[in-house]
C-alpha cells in the first residue's frame, strides 16, 4: 500500500468514519430516522475492520523497515 493511499484510510478511519456515525445516530435520535441505530452501527463495523487492516499493514511496514536496515 503507498504511503498517501494509507494516510488517507488512516485519517477516514480515526476522524471521518467516527465522526459520520456519531452524526448519523444524533440526527437520528432528533429527526426520528429510520435505521439511524443500525447504519450508525454499520459504519463503526466497517471503521473497526479498516482500523484492524491499517493496523496489520502498518506492522508489516515497520517490520519491513527493520528487516532492510540490518
Known sequence: MKNKTYDILKEAAL???PAIAAFMVTLGNIWGIPYATEISATIMALDTF???VLH??????????LKESR
Open 56 to 65: 496489520v499493514s502498518n506492522k508489516n511496514y515497520n517490520k519491513n523497515l
Open 15 to 17: 476522524t471521518v468514519l
Open 50 to 52: 479498516l482500523g484492524a
